[in-house]
């Protein structure tokens, strides 16, 4: 039976510091050498509230087949797409696996697709995302959308890009995991806002996401070369 005590954690949540600096604030460029990572930076656009989530059917290098049906949690379900080599993903890795594990545990599904050429991009190839998700604990299936199909359906636009459903598969989130820029300190991933993972258990709780939102930014999909995305 289901007993996560969501008040509990929102309250917890909601008593954290939530003084760090917003990516998306001019100052918060500044002490940044953003020319240290080596990929163009894009943004989604803002959450399109209510948009149903599209079908999919994409399996795991090791060949498991997982469905949105399958996918989708008695709460919930976030869909995110990533990638191997991309330093804002590795940059956020770690928290997004804790931040998971404290979805799943509330009953909210969580895959991981990852879309990109990995002709160009070989680091991402599929044996490659089984050693990445061994290393990091994924504890949610690691997809790999191998026509870049899924990725057009969704519109998704970076790795990390991340949508939040309510359990009717509805869209209701669609932003940053948190505050933390890349290269933050120690302590202010210990104090971070959890923007993802209060978002996710307020929409398993009341079934509709926050109206304000930060998006996400990532390096850009890497579509395949002479596609319409490229």
Known sequence: ????????????????NRSATSLYDKEAFDPID???????LASPTICDFNTSATAFS???????????????GEH???VMFICNHCPYVVAVVERLVEDA???????????????NDVASYPADAPDKMVDFAQQYG??????????????????AVCTPDFFGYNKDGKLQYRGRIDEC????????????????????????KTGEGPREQVPSAGCSIKWVRNDQHS
């Open 138 to 155: 994924f504890t949610f299936p690691y997809l790999y959308d191998e026509t870049q199909k899924v990725a057009r359906d969704y519109g």
């Open 34 to 40: 953003l020319k240290k990572i080596p990929m163009s």
């Open 181 to 204: 820029r890349p290269g933050a300190s120690a302590a202010d991933i210990a104090n971070r806002t959890p923007d993802m993972l209060d978002a996710m258990l307020q929409i398993a």
């Open 76 to 78: 919930g379900l976030l």
């Open 58 to 72: 994409l399996a795991t290098p090791t060949g498991v087949t997982h469905t949105l049906a399958s996918s989708m």
């Open 1 to 16: 039976m289901f007993s996560f005590n969501f008040h509990t954690l929102l309250e917890k949540r909601k008593i954290q």
């Open 101 to 115: 594990k404290a979805m799943q545990a509330a009953g909210i599904g969580v895959v991981a697709v990852m879309s």
